[in-house]
């Protein structure tokens, strides 16, 4: 069922053996340009026109209006409501964290320069509606930008034609539970237009987040630096560092969870023990049989999907860092050892008992993560992600005096004589 690949004795870079989906982003981008051009010359005009084009449904307004909303929350599921309320709680305690104090420097004797965190003036959440629906997805977007003190949210998510023109109602309930009024039943790159652009009753916004489909990545690709963006996610991914000390049907389990969001989902068991790599491929065969996502767990698997037989776990932690995986299981002996070890991954989870499944839905942490290895150079959504740094400088003349013949040199040595001027005016 899964491809093995085996660098046991090998040290060479297994970047390039090493199964990943791709995500043809410059092939989207012909497709979303013409969208993202229509959605700023014609506004909402041309979201509602796209809308029907995309999604078959004809919006007789962009904003789902509060009575859908509260209606929404009204008819939920109590498990669900029960399960999201603690998902806000934990993933609140977890971003509460993050958040940073302003830091005032004394550079020299009246010379500070001050830090300050700035939340971001508007942001627009992207929660996608493909496959399945995401209300935990609403939590981690929403969440952290609550908490870094954002002063205007909004929400877009695809229209459903079972669900009256509207996103999914536990979509809505999420929103709602959260206390966000502002949601438009608005999808794909129409949706991310929409924002960068602002069209009439909605005001553009100054950041995009959120994951979504290779369209949603190109319209992020396309109109950054019209709109500030997070990340341009592609599919899901997973890896398991285990030895012959893990279950091998936990980590079946954990393959096949990862598997069934997505048939370009990747999932790489990275084990040095070939009889451990036997037992894991022994429970898939009866979790893939059994599971209610079957035909797509099955393309996930034998297509950018494998099992890297290493030397050691020190030759797994460095096979793990090369791919830099969205999520990283580490179940190992001495798990949390080998874990502070990883450099590079989304989100780490250690030992037997934690699951990226925990981490999706009640863990606390975010799972708005880098993919595609991206994570070798980029985080997972956080509060820092809706925040600016702003350096605030107050110098006196004496302080500004003391520097000045340091400025005069820099300034000589760019041939930048106004900078120099600009100094030496104030001190003549």
Not at 15 to 37: F, K, M, S, Y
Not at 138 to 143: G, Y
Not at 323 to 328: F, I, R
């Amino acid at each position: 069922m899964l491809t093995r690949i085996d660098l046991r004795g090998d040290r060479r870079d297994p970047g390039a053996v090493l199964p990943r989906a791709r995500l043809d982003v410059e092939v989207a981008l012909d497709a979303v340009r013409p969208v993202c051009e229509a959605v700023r010359d014609r506004g909402a005009v041309a979201v509602r026109e796209l809308t029907e084009r995309f999604d078959g449904v004809r919006l007789d307004a962009l904003r789902v209006p509060a009575d859908a909303l509260s209606a929404a929350l009204g008819s939920l599921d109590p498990s669900v409501r029960s399960a999201l309320e603690e998902a806000i709680t934990r993933a609140r305690v977890v971003h509460q964290a993050q958040l940073r104090d302003e830091a005032r420097v004394d550079v020299a004797p009246g010379a500070t320069v001050t830090e300050r965190w700035v939340p971001v003036g508007r942001v627009g959440l992207y929660v996608p509606g493909g496959l399945v629906a995401y209300p935990s997805s609403v939590v981690m977007n929403v969440v952290p930008a609550q908490v870094a003190g954002v002063p205007s949210l909004a929400v877009a998510s695809p229209p459903k034609q079972e669900f009256n023109g509207r996103p999914n109602p536990a979509v809505l309930a999420a929103c709602t539970l959260l206390g966000v009024e502002e949601v438009y039943a608005v999808g794909g790159a129409q949706a991310i237009a929409m924002f960068a652009y602002g069209v009439e009753d909605v005001p553009r916004v100054d950041l995009v987040t959120g994951p979504g489909n290779v369209y949603v990545a190109a319209a992020k690709r396309l109109l950054r630096g019209v709109v500030g963006i997070d990340a341009e996610a592609g599919p899901t991914e997973i890896a398991i560092l285990a030895d012959d000390s893990a279950d091998p049907d936990f980590v079946a389990a954990d393959l096949v969870a990862q598997a069934e969001h997505d048939d370009l989902a990747a999932c790489l068991l990275v084990t040095p023990s070939e009889s451990f790599a036997d037992a894991v491929e022994s429970a898939l065969v009866a979790r893939v049989e059994a599971t209610p996502h079957r035909p797509r767990v099955e393309k996930a698997l034998a297509g950018q999907s494998a099992v890297a037989l290493v030397d050691d776990v020190d030759h797994g932690v460095a096979v793990c860092d090369v791919w830099a995986a969205e999520h990283l299981e580490v179940v190992t002996r001495d798990a949390a050892d080998v874990a502070a070890r990883i450099r590079n991954a989304g989100a780490i989870f250690v030992g037997a008992y934690s699951p990226v499944s925990l981490g999706d839905y009640l863990a606390g942490s975010n799972h708005v993560l880098p993919t595609g290895g991206t994570a070798r150079h980029t985080g997972g959504l956080s509060v820092q992600s809706f925040l600016r740094g702003i350096h605030v400088v107050d110098y006196s003349r004496d302080a500004l005096a003391a520097v000045a013949p340091h400025i005069t040199a820099l300034g000589g040595a760019e041939d930048l004589a106004a900078h120099v001027e600009a100094v030496q005016t104030r001190l003549r």
